[in-house]
């Protein structure tokens, strides 16, 4: 009893003290980036690197998405005699949901993977201590560059998902099913809200690329400096940033969709 | 004692990574300015941890260390970047960034710590990487440099603000005889050609003999066995300098590490 309870205390104490040491680390990502932000260069190639060599991913998953939804959505419909209402729904299940949220997903494990993998490395072949001893901070020069590459690209290619998504649907609905395109694209008009709906998705996904971005360079920031070291990180961080993206997308949705 | 002003002291430090380990001992040694010193001793004598404490990415537990006068305080981020940047270090594999070509890893600091115009940053790179016989290399990748290139090029980044303290941690290990004498060479010929003290952390006795001015030689326990001119040393009679030089597998520093008699692990009972 008293063992399970010392187990329990040494737990609890290491997880809090993992905690404090994130919330620094976060705190110091923040501090860096407008030094990092008057380089724009630095931020520009790793927008570059995280987000322009995750589009063939981001489009083909928002393609396939699109193609599943519009089916599903049609025969769940049609049911109702509702499918004048499939480009609504399709929108706004991609511009609310799927396309922050699969995005996201994806993101860990597309760039956040590599993120993690290549500050490892950077660590285990003692390139930070480098910088370091050439009175350079890596959290400046490397780290704050890459945290706003990420924030910059989420949302962009959140969008480019649910683009690409609802060009799916519509390859499906209209041009397959026969769906009339005019409805199709005017319901879109008449009931999608710019702010409300496209604009909560947006600022969903930035935080996304937060959490993602952050989780990505923290885990291997902090990775033991060995092959399993950077292996175990790359590994947390997919799990620690979906379930992270996870529930926040509850919480945000809460907070942005509560009223009808 | 080194016959110039120290540009580096340590005063009786003391050192351990946990409560646990003490890997320094009181240890005391002085660096002579614009002179070759190296520091010798066997894997794990905490040779490397010294060039750490100096650039100070770790406290002392005990002592001080200074660096020209001033004692460094790992604790003040702003006077320890303002000492890092009049030294340079050559780490063990080069720690050259993979990512960018070896003219731009000689750049980094350049680009970093001036506001040089882009073709001046360029003439100083090429001007250090000739001094390391690398000018030819410019645009290669990391990847495609070998072990002692890298080593070379890592010393031009070294130099590409000229240091006043370069420092050295393991400059010959894995090399082989040609890069290690065309090593030690650059060594001895830029500390002459700039003037800076430089500081050699190694285990190889020969190649460090042939170019330092000074050596201290630390024991597996963290202390300081022996100093003095590299003759002085050779003439030692003391049993761990004797082992230590002469390369023999058992002596004051043992073969085995610390373990009960094999007739016991075994389970043979007389």
């Known amino acids: 009893m008293t063992d399970a309870l010392a187990r329990f205390g040494r737990f609890s104490l290491e997880w809090l003290r993992a905690l404090g040491h994130s919330a ?5 990502l923040l501090r860096f980036s407008p030094a990092a932000l008057r380089r724009f260069g630095l931020v520009l190639a790793q927008v570059n690197a995280i987000g322009n060599r995750s589009l063939v991913i981001i489009a083909a ?3 396939a998405v699109g193609f599943v939804l519009a089916l599903q959505m049609y025969y769940a419909l049609v049911t109702y005699g509702a499918a004048e209402s499939l480009g609504l729904i399709v929108n706004l299940a991609l511009v609310r949901e799927l396309g922050p949220v699969v995005t996201a997903l994806l993101f860990a494990g597309r760039a956040g993977t590599s993120l993690t993998a290549e500050i490892g490395l950077m660590k285990a072949g003692e390139q930070l201590a480098a910088m370091e001893l050439m009175a350079i901070d890596p959290r400046s020069r490397v780290l704050a560059p890459r945290f706003i590459g990420g924030i910059v690209s989420m949302p962009l290619l959140a969008l480019i998902f649910s683009a690409v998504g609802i060009l799916g649907a519509y390859v499906v609905a209209v041009l397959l099913i026969g769906v009339d395109a005019g409805n199709f694209w005017s319901i879109m008009q008449d009931r999608v809200d710019v702010w409300r709906d496209l604009g909560n998705g947006i600022v969903k996904s930035a935080v996304f690329g937060v959490i993602c971005t952050f989780v990505a360079l923290y ?8 092959p399993e070291g950077v292996a175990h990180a790359t590994t947390r961080t997919v799990v620690i940033a979906s379930l992270a993206v996870l529930g926040m997308d509850f919480i945000l949705t809460a907070l942005m969709f509560s009223t009808p | 004692m080194p016959e110039a002003a120290p540009l580096i002291e340590i005063d009786r ?3 351990g990574y946990d409560a646990s380990r003490t890997i320094l001992n009181d240890v005391s040694l002085h660096f002579a300015r614009g002179k070759v010193t190296a520091i010798l001793g066997g894997s794990g004598c905490g040779k490397t941890t010294l060039l750490r404490l100096i650039a100070g990415v770790h406290p002392a537990t005990q002592g001080q260390v200074l660096f ?17 940047r009049r030294l340079g270090m050559l780490f063990q594999f080069g720690a050259l960034f993979t990512d960018l070509t070896v ?3 000689v750049a980094f600091p350049l680009r970093e710590h001036s506001k040089l115009p882009e073709s001046m940053i360029r003439d100083i790179v090429l001007m250090k990487l000739n001094a390391v016989g690398l000018r030819g290399a410019a645009p290669l990748r990391i990847s495609q440099v070998s072990g002692g290139m890298a080593r070379r090029i890592a010393l031009a980044r070294a130099m590409a603000l000229d240091p006043e303290l370069i420092m050295y941690d393991e400059p010959f290990a894995g090399l082989d005889p040609i890069s290690m004498g065309v090593a030690a060479n650059l060594i001895r010929k830029l500390n002459d050609t700039t003037g800076a003290t430089s500081l050699i952390v190694s285990h190889d006795v020969l190649e460090c003999f042939s170019i330092c001015d000074y050596a ?11 100093h003095g001119r590299p003759d002085e040393l050779r003439a030692s009679t003391h049993p761990e300098v004797r082992q230590f030089i002469g390369g023999e597998p058992d002596g004051p520093v043992r073969f085995h590490y610390p373990a009960p008699p094999l007739a016991e692990d075994l ?3 007389a």
């Open chain 1, 24 to 28: 620094f680390f976060f705190v110091d």
């Open chain 1, 61 to 63: 998953s928002g393609l």
């Open chain 1, 219 to 226: 885990q291997g920031y902090e990775t033991q400096a060995t």
């Open chain 2, 13 to 15: 430090v003391s050192f």
């Open chain 2, 68 to 84: 020209d006068g001033e004692r460094v305080d790992a604790g003040n981020r702003e006077q320890l970047y303002r000492l890092r």
């Open chain 2, 103 to 105: 003219f731009d890893n």
């Open chain 2, 216 to 226: 201290y030689l630390l024991s597996s326990q963290g202390r300081v066995v022996a």
């Open chain 2, 267 to 269: 389970g043979l009972h």
